[in-house]
């Protein structure tokens, strides 16, 4: 399997097992690559910023979604 | 026993292991990085050996039929301990090369502290994996920050990966459509889905377990965690297992932000994931709506309460009972296992008062929701029962014409449902009580008389079933005799799969491999 088709797979599986929302699938995306940031720059203003940010940020769009949503419930997918 | 039970058997067994010793060997990198070398023969040869099982077995076994519901509950009863004896080759490897080779074959080796040299022992290691895979979180080392990086991060890992389930990583991985993978999902105590599809289901499940796995390392790690506590304890909080990297689990941080912090984690943990699932799609009804997240939100507020009220007396103020009380509840009921009241706090859980313990166990044994990481017997069986119960008791109040319908959140049970559901829910609460009161005998037996009181005893066994992992301090290589450790392996085990798979198993194996014939 080349490593192209291995990235294919990977991104394929992110767009189509989360919410279909483009949002979350970055944020699920950014997350580890975050992390590793965090770990090799360690503890500094820019990354208390950018993962004060990334958290806030899924807050307040989770709280966006919620309010847009309700507007038009036939969007949700009911398990 | 029959060969047309061994085949399926064989096939997906071999498939697990190959799973779990791709994720032996994936996990050299953590010696690589932190300089372990000495760990590095350790895990190729842990990772090896199921491996190289798991692909006899998969490739002779490959043309074996789907698996029917009996093949489904025996290949997730001896998955499971299969998993747990095979998950245990990195703590016995990495132990006996640092106790046998100093010099470390050339590679320096960690200080040889009691906390890995336990695991010398087959049994400890067992234990610990058992422990690591069902999310339960008892441990065997003395010691958790003494330990190389490496056993801290395979602790951690078997925790994350036990808290979804072993059986949904394989059937995410293989993607084999059909119903098999989901006789294989129900076995593993699972039931709902997101998707008409398992496979689909179990992705998402995937998906949405790795996005808050993300946020709460970086949660964790912004409370004030180092990266590395912040990884493992991130991993460890959102699959509600509760292993630690440092001695005296969050207690020892003595830190009101991190306990904050840790509280929606859990809770998180707790909540099925077809409800994060809504969430997520921005329908935050369906926190609401769903029976189950109702009451775990009632039992977390009313159970909370009252522990504080248990506990005040004990503290010096209401306030700092509040923290360690609440955090304690939550912990417990979403079987995450995590402890504040421990040393350096003011009291440990073992000079609680009685009635707060007893508060503790009867979390431990409700658990949190079914379809979540957590474990005990589940709050829709506790709801099942309150509500067959009633049931039962009205239906005598009416003419014998009416038509007596039981309400379930939004399924209306007829007579013949109604009982059949509290009847299922009713032999699992037996069970459960029947297996505790056995490990109970057990360990009233062969520790030392009078050095823990009864209520101690019990709620060990309590957090050992529930896959919890809070400890009144029974638990450890050397208070805990080798027939305590064995019950509580077994505790463990059949905790995880809620009892049924492995009488099944054990069933099959007696009846089926001829021992009654």
Not at chain 1, 61 to 71: D, Q
Not at chain 2, 38 to 62: D, E, H, Q, R
Not at chain 2, 165 to 193: C, D, F, H, M, N
């Amino acid at each position: 399997m080349s490593r192209r088709h291995y990235r294919s797979r990977l991104l394929t599986w992110v767009l189509n097992s989360g919410p279909d929302d483009p949002v979350y699938n970055l944020y699920l995306m950014l997350g580890p690559l975050l992390i590793l940031f965090v770990v090799l720059a360690g503890r500094n203003s820019m990354t208390t910023v950018l993962v004060a940010g990334y958290i806030v940020g899924f807050v307040v769009y989770t709280i966006y979604n919620v309010s847009t949503t309700l507007e038009r419930p036939d969007w949700v997918q009911h398990p | 026993m029959r060969s047309d039970t061994i085949a399926p058997l064989g096939r997906d067994l071999g498939w697990m292991l190959r799973v779990l010793g791709g994720l032996i060997l994936v996990s050299v990198v953590v010696p690589l990085v932190w300089g372990e070398y000495y760990a590095i023969p350790g895990l190729v040869i842990s990772g090896l050996v199921p491996v190289a099982i798991g692909w006899g077995l998969s490739t002779a076994f490959a043309d074996a039929d789907s698996p029917d519901k009996l093949h489904g509950m025996m290949i997730a009863a001896t998955g499971w301990f299969a998993i747990a004896v095979f998950g245990s080759l990195p703590f016995f490897t990495v132990a006996w090369i640092a106790t046998l080779t100093p010099g470390g074959l050339g590679l320096a080796t960690p200080p040889l502290t009691e906390s890995l040299t336990v695991f010398t022992n087959p049994l400890n290691a067992i234990f610990e994996s058992m422990s690591g895979f069902t999310g339960t979180g008892l441990t065997m080392a003395e010691d958790e920050s003494t330990l190389p990086r490496t056993l801290q991060w395979w602790r951690s890992l078997i925790q994350w990966v036990g808290g979804v389930g072993v059986i949904v990583l394989t059937t995410a991985i293989l993607a084999r459509p059909g119903s098999g993978s989901l006789t294989l999902y129900k076995s593993e105590a699972r039931s709902q889905k997101i998707h008409p599809s398992i496979v689909s289901t179990v992705q998402t499940i995937w998906w949405i377990f790795l996005l808050f796995t993300s946020l709460s390392i970086l949660l964790l790690w912004l409370a004030g965690l180092p990266p590395w506590q912040a990884i493992n304890h991130g991993m460890t909080a959102i699959s509600t297992g509760g292993f630690s990297v440092i001695d005296g689990s969050i207690g020892a941080y003595d830190s009101v932000v991190i306990e904050a912090v840790l509280l929606p984690i859990m809770i998180a943990g707790g909540i099925a994931f077809p409800v994060h699932y809504l969430v997520l799609q921005g329908d935050l009804r369906g926190l609401y709506t769903d029976l189950q997240t109702r009451w775990l939100a009632a039992v977390l507020v009313v159970g909370s309460v009252f522990l504080w009220l248990l506990v005040s007396p004990a503290y010096d103020s209401v306030i700092e009972a509040f923290r360690y009380g609440v955090f304690q509840f939550v912990s417990a009921l979403t079987a995450t296992g995590f402890q504040t009241a421990t040393e350096p706090a003011p009291l440990s859980l073992a000079v609680w008062p009685t009635s707060a313990l007893l508060t503790l166990v009867f979390a431990m044994v409700v658990g949190a929701a079914a379809g979540s990481t957590a474990g005990g017997i589940k709050l829709i069986r506790l709801i099942m029962l309150v509500k067959g119960i009633r049931f039962r008791v009205s239906y005598v109040f009416y003419p014998d014409s009416t038509v007596h319908r039981l309400w379930i959140d939004d399924r209306v049970l007829d007579e013949e449902e109604g009982p059949r559901e509290f009847g299922e829910a009713a032999i699992i609460a037996l069970l459960w009580v029947v297996f505790l009161a056995t490990s109970l005998f057990v360990l009233l037996m062969t520790l030392p008389s009078e050095t823990y009181p009864l209520e101690m005893i019990l709620f060990e066994i309590a957090s050992a079933q529930g896959n919890i992992g809070l400890s009144a301090g029974i638990t450890g290589p050397a208070s805990l005799p080798t027939a305590g450790k064995l019950a509580f392996i077994l505790n463990m085990w059949i905790g995880r799969l809620e009892i049924i798979p492995i009488l099944v198993t054990l069933r099959a194996l007696f009846w089926r491999g001829g021992i009654y014939e």
